[in-house]
């Protein structure tokens, strides 16, 4: 098993991507703590894990507050001695919410930048000592296509998420002698709960033609398929892996 002896730390783990990934850490061997802010997603993907012979503990995060965050990695650090994989995945996407810059309410464009931005830095800057103390490990980041190629009427999440790979290449450089492997995966048009929060949910909205003429391999991506990306990246098969940032969207930004 790929992950065996690993202890992998995943920050929306109760759900979409996040649940993907504890599943496919938990069956690779990992220790999985599902950090996840909506305590009865978290538990029931706890017990989904426990229930087909993996090993996972939930913990209640809003990566947002940072006395929260230091709490539960203390906690963490106390009863695990430290981790190997952190999975920065937790973020958010408002929707109409979210807009141009002449038009967005400052506050959302605050809170966004504050829960995607800042709950990525504060999670990595409470792990990092905690993958220091097993030697090193992986952190894995996440972008979006937003975050590489211009997206118009969501600048607030364009801006969080170009920021993300900014960080992740500093920290690439910051942590690589301490053997802490820092990469990005930035996906898009991934058919999760958060893609209803989109224009999806607007009655224009014509499905087909996005994924005939917006997505190249002419599908939606699944939260299996960024699973996938991150086990590589989590794993010894990408130990050579440092500030990489891998798109994952069906073609999008080359189309």
Request: proline share 3%; glycine share 10%; hydrophobic share 40%.
């Amino acid at each position: 098993m790929r992950l065996s002896g690993k202890i992998a730390a995943i920050t929306g783990g109760g759900g979409g991507i996040g649940k993907a990934a504890a599943q496919t850490f938990a069956k690779e061997g990992a220790v999985v703590l599902i950090l996840e802010k909506d305590e009865t997603l978290g538990k029931e993907t706890e017990a989904e894990i426990i229930d087909a012979g993996g090993k996972a503990e939930f913990f209640a995060l809003d990566i947002s507050n940072w006395e929260q965050v230091q709490k539960v990695f203390a906690d963490i650090d106390k009863k695990y001695g430290g981790i190997d994989i952190l999975y920065n995945n937790a973020s958010v996407f408002w929707g109409t919410k979210d807009a141009a810059i002449d038009v967005i309410d400052v506050k959302v464009f605050e809170q966004i930048i504050h829960i995607n931005l800042f709950g990525m830095m504060y999670c990595s800057k409470a792990a990092i000592p905690l993958l220091k103390k097993r030697g090193g490990g992986a952190i894995i980041n996440t972008s979006s296509s937003c975050g590489v190629i211009g997206i118009p009427n969501c600048d607030a999440y364009s801006a969080s998420k170009g920021a993300t790979i900014s960080l992740t290449r500093s920290m690439a450089v910051e942590f690589g002698p301490e053997k802490i492997r820092t990469n990005c995966i930035a996906p898009a048009a991934i058919h999760t709960p958060m893609i209803y929060e989109s224009d999806l949910n607007k009655p224009t909205f014509d499905e087909q033609k996005f994924l005939t003429q917006g997505t190249p391999l002419r599908r939606w991506g699944t939260a299996q398929d960024i699973a996938n990306i991150a086990l590589f990246l989590a794993s010894d098969e990408g130990s050579y892996m440092n500030g990489a940032v891998l798109v994952a969207d069906g073609g999008i930004t080359v189309s």
